[in-house]
């Protein structure tokens, strides 16, 4: 799917604004309703130029997550629920940016509350996916890349080949590498089962991230492109993870193919 949005402006997350307030949500990891400790919304805030990589479209980059948390009371049989909110905000150190969109809301280990999903780049050793939790504690995280201006595009989190755990998915380097890396979130452990190489899903200086993740009536399949930006591309398990080319790309096919008319 195409998501693109002036810089900084206060938007649902929906519309995949780069550091735009995101609305409670889920990441295609399921919903499950609000338990104490919970992540309703999140934002990245301090933009800063200290990381001039510019792979988005500028050389802005942002110094803080901000995390809005609802923690909630017991509930008794008489007396409802009592919400109390706050606000976290994560500092990276000077050497770190948050290189993304949005932060994404994704309950990751499927308890009913709400972890944020968002890639971190180091100035020494480039991106990596990190998550943290509603305490504001990184609590997963991927390998950096190892080199300053490598970076990942996600694609998104489900459980993607029924097996009852979350599985997130982003493309490594995808204007070098062009790879499709699959990791699968157990015991607070981000471990990687899939490397499918020659896809992509983003072009240097866009601030979008091309495709997604889809259901159309049986298990859910990653939409992404081919290396050359030919064709759409379905990923999918199927006793292994299989390719499938679906039709040649355009803006509109892409549409189409991520509504399931495709």
């Known amino acids: 799917m195409f998501f693109k949005a002036p810089r900084l402006p206060d938007r649902l997350w929906q519309h995949r604004a780069r550091g735009a307030l ?11 309703p609000l338990a104490a400790d919970t992540i309703t919304s999140a934002r990245f805030t301090e933009p800063t130029a200290r990381y001039a990589h510019g792979v988005l479209g500028d050389d802005i980059e942002y110094g803080a997550l901000e995390l809005k948390v609802s923690n909630t009371s017991t509930k008794t049989l008489f007396i409802q629920p009592v919400y109390k909110r ?26 009913g509350r709400f972890e944020v999903i968002v890639v971190e780049s180091s100035a020494h050793t480039g991106a990596q996916l990190a998550i943290y939790n509603a305490r504001g504690e990184k609590i997963a995280a991927t390998p950096h890349i190892g080199t300053r201006f ?24 995808p204007h070098l590498a062009k790879t499709l890396r699959i990791w699968r979130f157990q015991n607070s452990t981000l471990t990687e089962i899939a490397t499918l190489p020659g896809l992509t ?44 080319e679906l039709l040649p790309f355009t803006s509109s096919a892409m549409k189409w193919a991520l509504a399931c008319s495709k």
Do not use: Q
Request: charged residues 30%; contains cysteine; proline residues 3%.
């Open 22 to 32: 995101m609305a409670l949500s889920v990441w295609l990891a399921g919903v499950e």
């Open 150 to 173: 490598r970076w990942l595009a996600p694609i998104g989190a489900a459980d993607l080949d029924g097996d009852g755990l979350v599985e997130i998915a982003y493309i490594d380097r």
């Open 86 to 111: 706050s606000v976290l905000t994560i500092k990276l150190p000077l050497d770190r940016v948050f290189e993304d969109i949005a932060p994404r809301i994704v309950d990751v280990d499927l308890d």
């Open 201 to 244: 899903n983003h072009r240097i200086g866009e601030d979008f991230i091309t495709g997604g993740i889809r259901k159309c009536g049986g298990s859910r399949e990653i939409i992404v492109v081919n290396a050359d930006w030919s064709s759409i591309v379905s990923v999918n398990y199927d006793d292994g993870w299989k390719k499938r």
